[in-house]
C-alpha cells in the first residue's frame, strides 16, 4: 500500500529533487575547470602555450585603444636555473665558519677593569671601585691587543683572560676618544701570542658575510654570524672621526665592544664599538682602515693627534644652476655649506668663508660629513689638502692646513715603561 503525498510535501520533494541535481552540475563544472587548469598549467611548463604569446600581442579589442607593436615570443619572463657549480652545500658553509672561528679564537681575549672613582658620588662616598669588562685581540706576537678607548677609560688596573683560561696583566699604551680605540701591551711574560691579521675595509661590499666575537655578557668568547648591512654610516651626525662607521646585523651584545667583526676569510675588517636603533639592534663597527691609522700613533705617542680644518658645517641641497659643478649629478644633489670659520686655525689662515659650498677635497668630491671626514681623517697634523669651494657662483681654490684639535680634557698618558 502506498502512502498518499499531498501537494504540500509533492512541492517539498520536488524542491529537494532540483537541489541534488545543481549541487551534481556545480561539482562536474568544477571538475572540468580544475582539468582544464592542470593542462594548461603543464602546458605552460612545457613551453608549449604559444597561444599566450599570440594572445598579449593580438589586435585590442577596442579600435580606439592604442596599439602595440610589441610582439613576445615565448614567456615573459626566465627561468634560468643557477649552475649547481655555484652553490655552496651547507654542511661545507658550516664546516667552514667553524673552522674559521678555531683557526681565529687563540687570539680573541676577554678584559676586565678596575676603577676608581673619587669624589663623584658625593661626600658620603669619597672613594668607590667600579669594574668593567669589554672585548679585544691580539695582533702583535709580542702581546699588542686592540680593544675600544671606552672599554678602558678611568681603569687603574687591566686584566685579560686569554681563550686558554691564562690571566695576564695589561698596560695601557695610548687609547685615542674620538676614534674609540686603544692599544694594551700584556706582561704576561711569554715570547708569543697567537695574532689575527688584519684585512682591508676600503673594498668592503654590502651583503658579505661577517662574524662577531667577543665577551658577551661576561660568558666569554661568543661569536655571531651576519652581513654587512651598511657602509659609511653617520648616527647623530658623528662618524667618530672614523669616516663612517660599518653597520652590521651580526649581534654585538654586552662586552662585545673592542672585538673583531672578521670576514669570510678570517681578516679583521672592523672593531665592534656601539649599537644604536630605538631597539639598539644596530650593530656599528670601527673599519680597520681607520684603526691602521691611528695605531702607530698610539704605540708611538700614546695619544692620536687628531686634526681639523677649523670650520662647521651644514647639509643643504644644492641650488640647480651650480649642479653644474658636480661631476655626478641628478635633479639635486646635497653638498656642504660652511656656517663658521674658527678663528686662528688652517680654515681662517686660507680665508675660507661662511656660506662657501665644499665641492672637493683633493680629488674627492664632496657630499657629505662622511666624505670630508675620509677625505682629510688621514692626514697628519701638518699635511694640507686642496679644498675647491663655490662662492656667490664663483669656482675657487683654497689651500688648508691641517691643524691638531684642541684637547678639552687631559691628554691619556703613555703609560709604557
Known amino acids: 500500500m502506498c502512502k498518499r503525498v499531498g501537494p504540500a510535501r509533492m512541492i517539498f520533494r520536488t524542491k529537494i529533487g532540483q537541489r541534488d541535481r545543481m549541487r551534481t552540475s556545480m561539482r562536474l563544472l568544477l571538475a572540468l575547470t580544475l582539468s582544464s587548469s592542470f593542462v594548461l598549467a603543464g602546458a605552460f611548463l612545457r613551453g608549449e602555450a604559444s597561444w599566450f604569446s599570440r594572445a598579449v600581442s593580438a589586435e585590442p579589442a577596442d579600435p580606439a585603444a592604442p596599439r602595440s607593436d610589441l610582439v613576445i615570443e615565448g614567456k615573459l619572463w626566465s627561468e634560468v636555473a643557477p649552475s649547481p657549480a655555484s652553490g655552496v652545500a651547507l654542511t661545507d658553509l658550516s664546516d667552514s665558519m667553524a673552522n674559521l672561528v678555531s683557526r681565529v679564537s687563540p687570539a680573541l681575549v676577554a678584559i676586565a677593569t678596575r676603577s676608581k672613582l673619587s669624589g663623584e658620588l658625593g661626600a658620603e662616598h669619597p672613594e668607590v671601585e667600579t669594574s668593567g669588562e669589554g672585548s679585544g685581540f691580539i695582533i702583535h706576537r709580542s702581546g699588542l691587543v686592540v680593544t675600544n678607548s671606552h672599554v678602558i677609560e678611568r681603569a687603574s688596573a687591566v686584566e685579560v683572560m686569554l681563550a686558554s683560561g691564562e690571566r ?4 695601557i699604551l695610548g ?16 715570547r708569543s701570542y697567537p695574532v689575527i691579521p688584519l ?6 661590499r654590502m651583503g658579505e658575510i661577517v ?9 666569554g668568547t661568543s661569536i655571531g654570524l651576519g652581513i654587512l648591512s651598511g657602509l659609511k654610516r653617520n ?11 660599518l653597520q652590521t646585523d651580526a649581534k654585538i651584545k654586552p662586552g662585545n665592544s673592542g672585538g673583531p667583526l672578521l670576514n669570510s676569510r678570517g681578516e679583521v675588517v672592523g672593531i665592534a664599538s656601539a649599537v644604536t636603533g630605538p631597539r639598539l639592534d644596530i ?3 670601527i673599519p680597520i682602515d681607520a684603526a691602521k691609522t691611528v695605531l702607530p700613533f698610539l704605540y708611538d705617542r700614546g695619544y692620536f693627534p687628531n686634526g681639523y680644518l ?4 651644514t647639509t643643504e641641497r644644492v641650488p640647480s644652476a651650480q649642479l653644474r659643478f658636480f661631476t655626478k649629478n641628478g635633479s639635486s644633489v646635497d653638498a656642504l655649506r660652511i656656517t663658521e670659520v674658527i678663528r686662528g686655525t688652517g680654515a681662517d689662515r686660507a680665508n675660507l668663508k661662511p656660506d662657501d659650498l665644499i ?9 657629505t660629513v662622511v666624505d670630508l671626514q675620509e677625505a682629510v681623517g688621514r692626514l697628519v697634523v701638518g699635511e694640507s689638502v686642496m679644498l675647491a669651494l663655490l662662492r656667490k657662483g664663483v669656482l675657487i681654490e683654497k689651500t688648508v692646513e691641517i691643524a691638531e684639535i684642541p684637547e678639552s680634557s687631559e691628554r691619556p698618558r703613555r703609560r709604557r715603561e
Open 235 to 245: 648616527p647623530g651626525g658623528d662618524a667618530g672621526g672614523v669616516g663612517g662607521y
Open 175 to 190: 687609547s685615542d676618544r674620538r676614534s674609540d680605540l686603544a692599544l694594551l701591551e700584556l706582561t704576561g711574560g711569554r
Open 199 to 204: 684585512g682591508s675595509s676600503s673594498d668592503l
Open 283 to 285: 650593530g656599528l663597527a
Open 310 to 313: 677649523g670650520i662647521k658645517l
Open 168 to 171: 695576564v696583566n695589561a698596560k
Open 211 to 219: 662574524l662577531s666575537c667577543g665577551n658577551t655578557f661576561g660568558l
Open 359 to 367: 665641492i672637493r677635497a683633493g680629488s674627492r668630491e664632496i657630499r
